[in-house]
């Protein structure tokens, strides 16, 4: 299935063509809901046809298959609204209720629940075991931090490790971010990294960013590979750091304001997790890995980028260099999340 999937996103009418490029985005507009149906919105940043789309989609395939009645006349129709272009506006509309759920990033969740700031903390993590190990051990914690401040965690998602990516030259000690304007997310713990090393960082909203990149307002920015590439960030960077200095994690969250308006029934429902939601989980974080670290680096070669892992003795130097970043976040944040840091140390 997971092969099925990535020939597909690799078709001339899927994510990208075959000359490396992101091809045409079209989505198909849905049959309206069944009348007397619940419908459940959730917004997102990603396309439709993108790794992350594909995880949307199977669950959403599944809710409304389960959500039948005993007539088999469909009870929820669920609708995904994709390329949303301000994950922080998403978020506040989820907070308002005016969404039933949202794919997002931890960082965009960071405005609301600033304790998840922890899981991106610079070289928190080597490698997706870690990641996995931690997040897991501190996954009861993380759905109680962001219930607190009305979500609802569903689906573990991920952007995956981030790297630094640059129009004018590779970046590869702490030296070369000195007086570079580079697109910061907005989390304390990104805008903090970018400050220990000299740089400027922008909070611009991800659609601003092909803008300022080909005006030279920013010099380039920091992302997974297969989001740069799907957000089209790539087309104006030349050098790309493999640099995996922050892990991103993301999520799908129903927003609980919306949520305990439903029936009980339904609420169970979405809220369940059961063998099915976590095989989900499981093979929407592996296609994600196949596109971020088999893929992509391929297809930036292609396009012409330039690729420079990061050696051993370069990201000792940047650990040094950024080692107030995490004690600066222990100190700020509140008691959950010096306990969140914590567990997600304890991998």
Known sequence: MLFAVVLVLLSPGGVFADDGEPAEQVDVAPAPPDPGATVLKIRTIVPRRSPWGEVLIGLSRRLEAEGKDAAGKPRLAVRVEWQVTSEAKAVKACEAGKVGGVAVSFAALTASAPELAATALPFLFDGYDQADRALKGARSLIAEILAARGFVL???????????????????????????????????????????????????????????????????????????????????????????????????????????????????????????????????????????????????LRAGKQLRELTKDERGAFKAALGDVERQFSESTSPKGRELLERLRRR
């Open 154 to 300: 569903a689906l573990r998602i991920e952007s995956g490790f981030r790297h630094w990516a640059s129009r004018r030259s590779f970046l590869l000690t702490p030296d070369t971010f000195k007086g570079k304007a580079l697109r910061s997310q907005p989390s304390n713990v990104s805008l903090a990294t970018y400050r220990a090393l000299g740089a400027v960082p922008q909070t611009i909203d991800g659609a601003q960013v092909n803008e300022k990149l080909s005006s030279g307002d920013i010099d380039g920015y920091d992302e997974s590979l297969v989001f740069g590439r799907l957000a089209q960030w790539s087309k104006d960077i030349t050098f790309v750091t493999l640099s995996r200095h922050s892990y991103e994690a993301a999520g799908l969250v129903w927003c609980k304001s919306w949520l305990e308006s439903q029936p009980s029934e339904l609420q169970a429902s979405l809220t369940r997790r059961d063998a099915k939601t976590e095989a989900l989980e499981l093979s929407g974080l592996m296609l994600i890995r196949r596109f971020n670290d088999d893929l992509m680096p391929r297809q930036y």
